[in-house]
């Protein structure tokens, strides 16, 4: 307890005496914290808005007015055995049609003069959106489905999951994260730098004062202690900064983000941000110690 005390003291004075360093440490990692916060708090709404799109991803199969039910039994059993798939089901000419009229101006069925020019469809859920392709690309292989498919000249035409907007999903989807580990990961290493930096200033500035604890014996753990509290501090103090501007954003910004964008969600549990606070004082601590102890190693031999 008493070195613990005597390191608080030391890292006190480190503090005081390179107070314009010390402070550009602690603002360098409370930047650094909050923008990895802030950062971690909208990837966790992009990934929630990118799951609720993705979960409306489906597979419609087209197949011909003339094909059997057997067949489409058939095709139906093959398709709930593919890996991926959640559900089957089945749309009738009928239900197609009503579907339409209810989505489109009543106009355009009037104009139909009775006659329903729908096609019956396959309707496949997912349980996994990542699978659509080769889902698609498994029912179009299919020899039964390619032989009551409504186009059997081009049986992928006959297949809608919307290809494009799939692809751009997911690869927007990816992007995000490889920014978002590359970012992150660009910032710990700055915020490192820093406090490497301010820790190296403070052995410069006590150099005689360690010369002369290691003449009369101390154990380079003692020596380190005040350095690596200092550190700490310099961690603790931005991180916890980093903390209470994040949770101002949650208690002011979200909930205006949620009234001005209704048709998005904006939601983030209150233990989501109690996760992402203790892993932000937890990553800060480490980056302290760490950045501490790699000015040590480097710039004070013992």
């Given at each position: 307890m008493s070195s613990f005390v005597y390191f608080l003291k030391e890292s006190l004075t480190g503090f005081t005496r390179n107070l314009s360093t010390a402070l550009g440490s602690i603002v360098t990692i409370f930047l650094s914290l909050l923008i990895i916060g802030v950062f971690l708090v909208g990837g966790i709404i992009v990934e929630n808005i990118v799951s609720s799109v993705?979960?409306?991803?489906?597979?419609?199969?087209?197949?011909?007015?003339?094909?059997s039910d057997a067949d489409i039994k058939a095709v139906q059993s093959y398709i709930e055995g593919l890996e991926?798939?959640?559900?089957?089901?089945?749309?009738?000419?009928?239900?197609?049609?009503e579907n339409f009229r209810s989505t489109?101006?009543?106009?355009?069925?009037?104009?139909?003069?009775?006659q329903n020019p729908l096609p019956r469809s396959i309707d496949?859920?997912?349980?996994?959106?990542q699978l659509v392709e080769q889902v698609a690309s498994?029912?179009?292989?299919?020899?039964?489905?390619r032989e009551i498919t409504d186009n059997p000249t081009d049986p992928a035409e006959a297949l809608k999951y919307g290809q494009k907007t799939v692809e751009n999903l997911f690869s927007v989807t990816n992007y995000v994260r490889y920014i978002g580990i590359a970012l992150i990961a660009l910032l710990i290493f700055i915020a490192m730098v820093f406090?490497?930096?301010?820790?190296r200033l403070a052995i410069l500035a006590r150099r005689k004062?360690?010369?002369?604890?290691r003449l009369v014996g101390a154990s380079n753990g003692f020596i380190r202690g005040p350095f690596l509290m200092e550190g700490a501090l310099h961690a603790i103090i931005g991180s916890l900064l980093a903390v209470g501007v994040l949770e101002l954003l949650r208690n002011v910004a979200l909930p205006q983000l949620q009234s001005a964008l209704q048709f998005l969600s904006f939601n983030v549990g209150l233990d989501t941000f109690l996760l992402i606070y203790g892993g932000l004082v937890?990553?800060?601590?480490?980056?302290?110690l760490l950045g501490s102890a790699l000015a040590m190693r480097r710039y004070l031999k013992v």
């Open positions: 993705e979960s409306e991803v489906s597979i419609t199969a087209y197949v011909a007015d003339d094909a991926g798939v959640a559900s089957v089901g089945f749309t009738t000419k009928d239900q197609a049609l489109s101006n009543s106009d355009i069925i009037d104009s139909l003069d009775g496949v859920e997912l349980s996994d959106p498994a029912i179009e292989s299919d020899a039964t489905y406090i490497n930096n301010t820790i004062e360690i010369a002369i604890m937890l990553a800060g601590l480490i980056i302290g």
